[in-house]
Antibody, heavy 125, light 106 residues
Framework: QVLLVESGGGVVQPGRSLRLSCEAS????????MHWVRQAPGKGLEWVAV????????YYADSVQGRFTISKDISKNKLYLQMNSLRAEDTAVYYC??????????????????WGQGTLVTVSS | DIQMTQSPSSLSASVGDRVIITCRAS??????LSWYQQKPGKAPSLLIY???SLRSGVPSRFSGSGSGTDFTLTISGLQPEDFATYYC????????FGQGTKLEIK
């Protein structure tokens, strides 16, 4: 079955950097896009970034554009989120999620169909 | 950006009840709408995609409907394990979640 395990969270000072990892297993990693989604303490879900199956297409939420970089290493079955210039408002649990593919004859739908357990990032001085 | 508005924000119900959660998009999203369940301290899990398609393994008491801008999630015959927070999410352009609906035991 699909297993996604995040790591790399911790406490970091404002303005510093952190890299999150998500190790994937149970599916062909090179065939699926991947997302990062975050959830601030006591708040709702916020989509952060997506990368395509082959790692070439990347798209970001406005709130992290220019500061965060999503990437995937297909040889290692790992997804990454490089987070630079961190701010207090980046404090959250960060989840990786697999792009699902559910297709009819005419349309494909891509919900977030499997999620990791999350890793907590706290930005504080 | 497309905004997703859920109502109510919280809801109290009893085991066996039928509950309906609504989700409204700020513009047309066809049926690119999914529903997720999240229990405290856990990751979200996918319930429904394409507005009304039940993910394999999800109990049939969950159902979704709608298209365009207005959508609903219905839970018929609440079970104790259904008390959780529910989120809608659009994947039309690019991705936005609703603010969540917390379903509590009455």
């Amino acid at each position: 079955q699909v297993l996604l395990v995040e790591s790399g969270g911790g406490v970091v000072q404002p303005g510093r950097s952190l890299r999150l990892s998500c190790e994937a297993s149970g599916f062909t990693f090179s065939s699926y896009g991947m997302h990062w989604v975050r959830q601030a303490p006591g708040k709702g879900l916020e989509w952060v970034a997506v990368v395509s199956d082959d790692g070439t297409y990347k798209y970001y939420a406005d709130s992290v554009q220019g500061r965060f970089t999503i990437s995937k290493d297909i040889s290692k079955n790992k997804l990454y989120l490089q987070m630079n210039s961190l701010r207090a408002e980046d404090t959250a649990v960060y989840y990786c999620a697999k792009v699902g593919e559910y297709c009819t004859a005419t349309t494909c739908y891509t919900p977030f169909d499997d999620w990791g357990q999350g890793t907590l990032v706290t930005v504080s001085s | 950006d497309i905004q997703m508005t859920q109502s109510p924000s919280s809801l109290s119900a009893s085991v066996g009840d039928r509950v309906i959660i609504t989700c409204r998009a700020s513009q047309n999203i066809d049926n690119y709408l999914s529903w997720y369940q999240q229990k405290p301290g856990k990751a979200p899990s996918l319930l429904i995609y394409a507005g009304s398609s039940l993910r394999s393994g999800v109990p049939s008491r969950f159902s979704g409907s709608g298209s365009g801008t207005d959508f609903t999630l219905t839970i018929s015959g609440l079970q104790p394990e259904d008390f959780a927070t529910y989120y809608c999410q659009q994947s039309y352009n690019p991705y936005t979640f609703g603010q969540g609906t917390k379903l509590e035991i009455k």
